[in-house]
């Protein structure tokens, strides 16, 4: 299995909005309606923050939001805080494995 | 809530074996669904290794799958790691966690770096 494809870093200012996108194939991401996205920050754990390509896990802020058009996958941050400022990864799940993106750096300006 | 911590050496030697432990507190590892490990080579993104059902069903990353099994003991209320014929590849910081289904993971453990070396 191949990792599925995302941009290495991502910028925007402090209200902004930004999106990060997640391209698969029709054998992961466009197959299934189970995409999850993580962020991590340094020396942290992930934390799960999308699943099921849309859903927010409790106690998720509603400004994190996901979306899934064909085999590409996105995840949308809005009003944008300095505490976002992390790595993002996306995740799908195959008939052999999940797999992950290789991660976006956001720096939040 | 749901807690998880890894243990296990922090040092393994080359061609030995990789041997963790994920300790769940405050939920039942029979409750599943599914438990599993992550790694994270210094530096890089993730890789699934693999995951086990509360039933006992196992499911294994098809490039690790020779070298890796999962189990389950819930007289204990953990789950294990065994990862044979290590080498330097294989130095990362290494997850555990539940899998709510659908290979999303919504707890995690802290993670525990095992370096392989000599």
């Known amino acids: 299995q191949s990792a599925l494809t995302q941009p290495a870093s991502v910028s925007g200012s402090p209200g902004q909005s930004i999106t990060i996108s997640c391209t698969g194939t029709?054998?992961?991401?466009?197959?299934?309606?189970?995409v999850s996205w993580y962020q991590q920050h340094p020396g942290k754990a992930p934390k799960l923050i999308i699943y099921d390509v849309t859903n927010r896990p409790s106690g998720v802020s509603d400004r994190f939001s996901g979306s899934k058009s064909g085999n590409t996958a996105s995840l949308t941050i809005s009003g944008l805080q300095a505490e976002d400022e992390a790595a993002y990864y996306c995740?799908?799940?195959?008939?052999?494995?999940?797999?992950f993106g290789g991660g976006t750096k956001l720096t939040v300006l | 809530q749901v807690q998880l911590q890894e243990s296990g050496p922090a040092l393994v030697k080359p061609s030995e074996t990789l041997s963790l432990t994920c300790a769940v507190s405050?939920?039942?590892?029979?409750?599943?669904?599914?438990w599993g490990w992550i790694r994270q080579p210094p530096g890089k993104g993730l890789e699934w290794i693999g995951s086990?059902?509360?039933?006992?069903?196992?499911y294994y990353n098809p490039s690790l799958k020779s070298r890796v099994a999962i189990s389950l003991d819930k007289s204990k209320n953990q789950f294990s790691l065994k990862f044979i014929s290590v080498t330097a590849a294989d130095t990362a910081v290494y997850f555990c966690?539940?899998?709510?289904?659908?290979?999303?993971?919504?707890?995690w453990g802290q993670g525990t770096l095992v370096t392989v070396s000599s």
């Open positions: 405050g939920y039942s590892v029979s409750s599943g669904p599914y």
């Open positions: 086990m059902s509360q039933s006992g069903a196992t």
């Open positions: 029709s054998s992961d991401v466009g197959g299934y309606n189970y």
């Open positions: 966690a539940r899998d709510r289904g659908g290979g999303s993971s919504d707890h």
């Open positions: 995740g799908s799940f195959t008939l052999d494995a999940v797999i």
